[in-house]
């Protein structure tokens, strides 16, 4: 009884992992991943070209999830498309959503192709989540409009129309009087073109002379040409580095021509007068005394260089100079002991008070010398008064003489 209870256990344990493995492939084969949470768009399409559940969508022809529901309308189909990795972030501005045809069994898919560039500061942003703004990406619920692409049926419908119209006998006419024409147009043409052969060959014979001649002189002229342009760049180069200096130049050769001119017009004005000339004259007969004088002078120094040469005047000249040299220098000592003691303010005030009292000692004695001048006078006239006054003119005079005193 045990061992029938351990293998019908073991067999119901074997059932229950069948149908645990079972789910999860059949999960696995829908895409569904429960970590990964999904999001949804609906897209509005005119024609589906045949799109069924499960149909296969595509971000930059990456599979990035499937079609869960197709609603068809009177003016419209609207699928809902499932994207099953949540961390995509689709950009909404400028984006195309086609329903296309591919493969040789003509399987459809919808193909998301973005136009612009999604910012770094809008990938960071869910989906799913609450800030989520449909106008920077595609968010969760959002309804967008697609186009239908390439399909098996527009190319069968684009090759029956090309059929029909090459079908329409009056077209097959014109198409074979075209050739017709064409054959006729290329005969003549290639008769054209043996009648211009010879006379090409017959003209070159002609003018192979002529060619030559004109083949060396363009050779002389493109040398001739080349020359003169190198020496024009070289010119111009010149200039372009000369060109302060030559406008400076010229600006200084226009000042100096109306400084000339203006000196011209004084000339011509003073050459006129008579005076003037005799001036010139005299200055002309001054000016060559000057110069014998100078003549003079020059042989007078030339001769005092000659005895300055000499080694005793040599000798004489340095001894004086070391003699005036050591002068200098006890000047020097000199006003550095004398700048020494001015420099002591004890010394200058001392020296102020000097200076004051003899300035008082002056005045002193300029007021002694208008005294004693006074008494001079005063002895004089007292030596000039009669011995024969009378005792009452002798008060009188001595009052007046000490008037003075």
């Not at 084969?29 to 999001?39: E, H, Q, T, V």
């Not at 079908?167 to 024409?181: E, M, S, V, W």
């Not at 302060?244 to 010229?250: A, D, I, Q, Y």
């Given at each position: 009884?045990?061992?029938?209870?351990?293998?019908?256990?073991?067999?119901?344990?074997?059932?229950?992992?069948?149908?645990?493995?079972?789910?999860?492939?059949?999960?696995?084969?829908?895409?569904?991943?429960?970590?990964?949470?999904?999001?949804?768009?609906?897209?509005?399409?005119?024609d589906t070209t045949g799109m069924q559940l499960g149909t296969s969508v595509r971000y930059r022809g990456v599979p990035v999830g499937r079609v869960v529901e197709i609603?068809?309308?009177?003016?419209?189909?609207?699928?809902?498309?499932?994207?099953?990795?949540?961390?995509?972030?689709?950009?909404?501005?400028?984006?195309?959503i086609a329903a296309?045809?591919?493969?040789?069994?003509?399987?459809?898919?919808?193909?998301?192709?973005?136009?612009?560039?999604?910012?770094e500061a809008e990938q960071a942003v869910s989906p799913t989540g609450p800030d989520c703004e449909s106008g920077a990406i595609i968010c969760d619920g959002d309804r967008l409009d697609g186009v239908t692409g390439v399909s098996y049926e527009s190319l069968l419908r684009s090759a029956e129309t090309l059929a029909n119209t090459f079908?329409?006998?009056?077209?097959?006419?014109?198409?074979?009087?075209?050739?017709?024409?064409a054959v006729v147009l290329t005969d003549q043409a290639t008769q054209l073109t043996d009648e211009l052969t010879q006379l090409t060959l017959a003209a070159q014979d002609e003018v192979k002379p002529v060619s030559d001649s004109l083949q060396q002189a363009t050779n002389s002229a493109a040398s001739a040409a080349q020359e003169i342009q190198l020496t024009a760049s070289d010119v111009r180069?010149?200039?372009?580095?000369?060109?302060?200096?030559?406008?400076?130049?010229?600006?200084?050769?226009?000042?100096?021509?109306n400084r000339l001119a203006n000196l011209a017009e004084t000339v011509s004005f003073e050459l006129e007068d008579g005076e003037f000339i005799d001036n010139l004259r005299i200055l002309s007969a001054n000016a060559a005394e000057a110069s014998a004088n100078f003549r003079d002078a020059s042989v007078?120094?030339?001769?005092?260089?000659?005895?300055?040469?000499?080694?005793?005047?040599?000798?004489?000249?340095?001894?004086?100079?070391?003699?005036?040299?050591?002068?200098?220098?006890?000047?020097?000592k000199v006003l550095s002991d004398v700048d020494e003691v001015t420099g002591d303010p004890?010394?200058?005030?001392?020296?102020?008070?000097?200076?004051?009292?003899?300035?008082?000692?002056?005045?002193?004695?300029?007021?002694?010398?208008?005294?004693?001048?006074?008494?001079i006078a005063l002895a004089s006239l007292t030596s000039t008064v009669p011995t024969a006054a009378t005792p009452a003119q002798i008060p009188a005079e001595t009052n007046d003489a000490a008037v003075p005193q």
């Open positions: 009884m045990r061992a029938r209870g351990i293998r019908e256990g073991s067999v119901g344990l074997l059932i229950l992992v069948g149908v645990i493995l079972f789910g999860g492939l059949v999960i696995w084969l829908r895409g569904l991943n429960p970590g990964n949470r999904a999001y949804r768009m609906t897209v509005i399409f005119q609603r068809p309308s009177s003016n419209q189909v609207e699928v809902v498309t499932e994207i099953t990795q949540a961390d995509l972030r689709i950009p909404e501005e400028g984006i195309r296309n045809q591919s493969g040789f069994i003509g399987e459809t898919t919808v193909d998301i192709t973005p136009m612009v560039e999604l910012p079908a329409d006998p009056a077209l097959i006419d014109d198409l074979k009087g075209t050739l017709n024409n180069n010149l200039l372009e580095v000369n060109r302060f200096s030559l406008t400076t130049t010229l600006n200084n050769i226009n000042r100096a021509s007078d120094v030339q001769t005092l260089t000659g005895s300055l040469n000499q080694s005793e005047n040599v000798l004489l000249i340095q001894q004086t100079l070391e003699s005036a040299r050591d002068v200098f220098q006890s000047a020097q004890a010394v200058r005030d001392s020296l102020r008070d000097l200076i004051y009292g003899l300035q008082d000692l002056l005045s002193s004695a300029e007021t002694l010398e208008k005294q004693a001048e006074a008494a």
